[in-house]
RNA sequence: GGCGGCGUGGUCGAGUGGUUUAGGCAGGGGCCUGCAAAGCCUCGUACGGCGGUUCGAUUCCGCCCGCCGCCUCCA
């Protein structure tokens, strides 16, 4: 399989450390408030990857932190009365409703910075006694000149970075470069005991110590957005890097949501919630849409798109409930799989390459046609163990096709039975009439050779 | 200033050195239907600008224009 390696700046053949096995690393949120839709797009790029894995019958380690301590959170914390303790939990459970709705699996481990502390501490240490690391009056602080190789992963030459470019240079450091390891906390802050005084980890220390303790060394894959690869992932590498450990071997980034063609961020308060998003539209849509699009290129998400994408996803369900109406007698998952190889090995040579999911919506899509034809023209079966095929695809991919029939009330069945008997008796108007109160409810008719169907 | 990316048909959004088309959505026409819905068939010939390489470039190279991202916290 190949993937774009943001280190190496191009596409690559991804090799594994244990061939059975992958161990990856996402960069998970800093709990302060509901996610938006660009936490969104990472955690379903991420679980598409994640799922193709499981999928190719890989064991999949999948490591995402929750930084449950930071600036912000401590603001947040002043702002609202509350401990930082509080917010987190709050903002934790919202993230993992949020990804819960969207479908996303659960981490294999989900480590809590908090949790970790001791482990930070014993790495800080270790540097400031190989002498990577030195101590100002308000923390401990990485020494980036002594890091060979510093800018390898984003690309930057160090003499070229504009320092200070957009914030005011910390005069207390060596380097304006130099990062935080260890920062030193104010009498009302949370703090936990260290040798170098009462602090707080910084936030590229967490990743390191959580992503090695829990993966191990040269694990297989690191990955986050775009923003993340400086200074935050060049910065892990500098530690790993200070400490002879080996890191990370393959790095994905995925591109942002943008708005009107800019980064949809906190800053620029230019963002939709999750929730908001979910008010108004399935969450399938939104992993549609991320689907129709690749992971690296910016993507934006708006009402209008997002409509595009419920229509598209009606198409697919539509074909769910033809199918299923049908009942048939179909092959089981595995023999429709050595049935119609040849589309699955389309699939995967699509997903090998750098994850085209653009390339296999396209696939889907004409393989939903290729069923609803061949059902069209009395070739039922052949028509539906297509469809299965578009199925095992769709939920390899974490697509859930249904049947919104299935949510029918009582009331609205009742109403279907009289407009049946309307039709029956070839009373067309009240039939019509019925059909209008139903869409007034939200329902659509459509009546099929199979008997009358109801669906959202 | 450094580094990275983008500019595709009404729209979203892939991809590719050339013969036949991504795909979705929207729209036109048709079939089917009591009418619809769903489905099917069908129509629309696009790749920012200027050069270069080539038998041939939207696809490679150079330059230019426009836009965006990172160099601060950021998914």
Not at 372 to 395: L, S
Not at 403 to 418: N, W, Y
Request: one cysteine or more; aromatic letters at 10%; hydrophobic letters at 35%.
């Amino acid at each position: 399989m190949k993937l774009y390696d943001t280190a190496e700046g191009k596409v690559t053949e991804l090799t594994l450390r244990n061939p059975k096995e992958v161990s990856m690393y996402v960069c998970g949120p800093t709990v302060y408030a509901p996610p938006h839709l660009g936490h969104g797009r990472f955690a379903l790029n991420f679980d598409i990857l994640r799922r193709y894995f499981l999928y190719l019958n890989y064991k999949v380690i999948y490591v995402s932190n929750i930084t449950d301590i930071d600036d912000k959170i401590i603001q947040r914390a002043n702002q609202e009365n509350k401990l930082t303790n509080e917010i987190a939990a709050t903002y934790e459970n919202k993230w993992f409703e949020d990804m819960g709705k969207l479908n996303i699996l659960k981490p294999t481990y989900s480590p809590h910075a908090t949790e970790y502390i001791e482990a930070m501490v014993d790495l800080i240490k270790k540097l400031v006694e190989a002498d990577y690391a030195y101590e100002t009056e308000d923390g401990i602080y990485l020494e980036v000149s002594k890091i060979q190789n510093y800018g390898f992963l984003s690309g930057q030459d160090v003499n070229s970075l504009k320092s200070g470019a957009r914030v005011e240079i910390n005069e207390k450091k060596k380097s304006p470069l130099d990062f935080t390891l260890w920062k030193l906390s104010k009498p009302s802050e949370p703090s936990w005991p260290s040798p170098f005084g009462m602090g707080r980890p910084g936030w590229h220390t967490e990743c390191v110590v959580m992503s090695l303790q829990l993966l191990g060394e040269g694990f297989d894959i690191h990955g986050g957005a775009q923003d993340l690869i400086f200074p935050h992932h060049e910065n892990e590498v500098a530690q790993a890097t200070a400490l002879s450990q080996k890191f990370a071997k393959h790095w994905v980034h995925c591109g942002f949501v943008t708005v009107s063609g800019e980064k949809m961020s906190k800053s620029l308060n230019n963002y939709t919630t999750l929730e908001e998003l979910l008010a108004f539209h399935d969450a399938r849509s939104l992993r549609l849409l991320i689907l129709q699009s690749h992971y690296r290129s910016p993507l934006e998400i708006t009402k209008e798109t997002l409509e595009t994408a419920d229509n598209a996803l009606a198409r697919l369900d539509s074909a769910y409930r033809r199918f299923k109406d049908q009942h048939l007698d179909l092959p089981d998952n595995s023999s429709i799989k050595t049935m119609y190889s040849k589309y699955f090995e389309e699939f995967e040579l699509a997903m090998n390459n750098d994850l085209d999911t653009p390339k296999v919506t396209s696939q889907i899509f004409n393989l939903i046609s290729q069923a609803n034809t061949m059902a069209d023209n009395g070739q039922i079966q052949e028509g539906a163990e297509i469809f299965a095929v578009t199925k095992i695809i769709c939920e390899s991919l974490g697509l859930e096709l249904k049947d919104s029939s299935e949510e029918l009330d009582p009331t609205t069945l009742d109403l279907v039975a009289k407009r049946d008997a309307a039709r029956i008796n070839k009373d067309f108007k009240a039939a019509d009439e019925i059909r209008n109160r139903l869409a007034l409810l939200g329902w659509t008719v459509e009546d099929t050779a199979l008997g009358t169907r109801v669906h959202r």
